[in-house]
């Protein structure tokens, strides 16, 4: 009997939630949140069979800011619920990464900063 065996390792990352309609912790604007697992995980045959090195992060959508989230309450998102996240206890990693492009606040989409008006609903940007 001929046996191929074809595993590995690898990372891989998932977004597991979107919070609307908070204050980023970084810059202070209206923004949100995205909270993004990232793991490593071995697979066999392409199948992943178990994963460790979880953590959990967040994405500011205004300002480009990353931080890591306390474990609790990332698994509080992956399990569907929606806890409020506490500034204190984020450690942010990256920040103003977003420096040519701006999110316009009423219809949530991104444009370059030379504008004065959201292309797409024409608000005023402050």
Same mark, same amino acid.
């Given at each position: 009997?001929?046996?191929?065996?074809?595993?590995?390792? &690898?990372?891989?990352?998932? +977004?597991? *939630?979107?919070? &609307? &309609?908070?204050? $980023? *912790?970084?810059?202070?604007?209206?923004?949100?949140y995205r909270i993004i697992k990232t793991y490593t995980y071995f697979?066999?045959?392409?199948? %992943?069979?178990?994963?460790?090195?979880?953590? !959990?992060?967040?994405?500011? #959508? $205004?300002?480009?800011g990353q931080a890591e989230l306390d474990r609790e309450t990332g #698994?509080?998102? *992956?399990?569907? #619920?929606? %806890?409020?996240?506490?500034?204190?206890?984020?450690?942010?990693?990256?920040?103003?990464?977003?420096?040519? +492009?701006?999110?316009?606040?009423?219809?949530? @989409?991104?444009?370059?900063?030379?504008?004065? !008006? $959201? %292309? !797409? $609903?024409? @608000? %005023?940007?402050?």
């Amino acid at each position: 009997m001929f046996f191929i065996g074809v595993f590995g390792v &690898n990372q891989g990352q998932k +977004e597991i *939630a979107v919070q &609307n &309609n908070v204050t $980023c *912790a970084f810059c202070g604007h209206l923004t949100r949140y995205r909270i993004i697992k990232t793991y490593t995980y071995f697979h066999i045959f392409f199948i %992943p069979t178990f994963r460790w090195h979880v953590r !959990y992060f967040v994405k500011s #959508e $205004c300002c480009g800011g990353q931080a890591e989230l306390d474990r609790e309450t990332g #698994e509080r998102f *992956a399990r569907g #619920e929606s %806890p409020s996240i506490d500034s204190q206890k984020l450690s942010w990693t990256g920040g103003q990464q977003k420096t040519q +492009e701006r999110i316009c606040r009423s219809c949530g @989409r991104s444009f370059d900063v030379d504008f004065q !008006y $959201c %292309p !797409y $609903c024409g @608000r %005023p940007l402050d």
